[in-house]
């Protein structure tokens, strides 16, 4: 989402007019959801993607046509095979999309701004398309529910924009350093702490959106863990790991993953026990820590981690 929009907004603020393709509307089995997006320039380059195909192949031409004639408006594809208008797909879906055209303008580019601006931002927001008869759109940040409705000739389209939470990676070692660089192009805001500087190192960590130096045994007074924020744990030793979960076992955090072997996790569980949580405080916990994919290099670790968390986010987000 950041990089597209960073890209919206060069475009209209040197004047150049671009047409977003948006799914603004799905059902049954589609490439893409409601919220898929890309941006199509007027030689037919794009950014982003609503899911490939003959779809996305389709809608890039039908978005610079758009362009030429400067018009908005909504398209429906039917994803079945030998149908009217047949795209040689059997998803067996319908696809509503939206061709929203943008014009370079100032306007244009304060709006586009202030998107960024709250992709930047740590808390739950929406951006909300008005349609208005399909040729003239408005759009808002919202913080309210998101979902699409419509009222008389104004079609209402929210999709969420950013969500509130960070993740909170402890250790700085070869893992962290292939995961963190996923988990930013995915969409995480990604704190690496460390109680060794040469460790916390921006020189290590350039996707991170803030580096910390703290003591693993009491990080509480330099970070703060909220009940949106995802907490890894994936420091140098056994005891800096133990140091950890207990402190981030007595937060909300939403999501707590350990490293390690079945081993050490049985022995953890155990030590948690007696030394006073409760028996079933461990069952929180994500451990091993990432999905089941038989991960062994750092690099593929790190994908299983990414790939556990999204599955969590995705979760969340339909709550």
Known sequence: MKKLFSSIYAAVRNGEDIVMVSVIGESGSTPRGAGARMVVKKDGTS???????????????????????????????????????????????????????????????????????QLERDEDSWLVT??????????????????????????????PLTKAGKVCIFGGGHISQKLVPVLDSVG????????????????????????????????????GINPSDYVVILTRGHKNDYD??????????????????????????????SDGFPEDAFDRVYAPIGTAIKAETPEEIAISIAGEMIKVRAGLRNI
């Open 47 to 117: 950014i982003g993607t609503i899911g490939g195909g003959a779809v996305e192949y389709r809608s890039s031409h039908l978005a610079v046509e758009a362009l030429e004639q400067k018009k908005s408006y909504i398209q429906g594809f039917r994803l079945r095979p030998n149908d009217i208008a047949d795209l040689g797909m059997i998803c067996g879906g319908d696809l509503e999309v939206y061709f929203q055209y943008v014009e370079g303008n100032s306007e244009n580019t304060a709006l586009i701004e202030e998107i960024n601006m």
């Open 130 to 159: 008005e349609i208005h008869g399909e040729d003239r759109w408005t759009m808002q940040i919202s913080h309210e529910i998101d979902g699409s409705t419509k009222e008389n000739d104004i079609k209402y389209f929210k999709e």
């Open 188 to 223: 995480f805001k990604c704190f690496v702490i460390d109680d060794k500087p040469e460790f916390a190192n921006a020189d290590l960590f350039p996707n991170a959106k803030e580096i910390v130096v703290a003591d693993f045994a009491d990080f509480g007074a330099v970070v």
């Open 244 to 273: 950890v979960l207990s402190q981030a076992l007595k937060t909300d955090a939403c999501y707590i993953g350990l490293v390690g072997s079945r081993t050490k996790i049985g022995k953890t569980r155990e030590r948690l026990v």
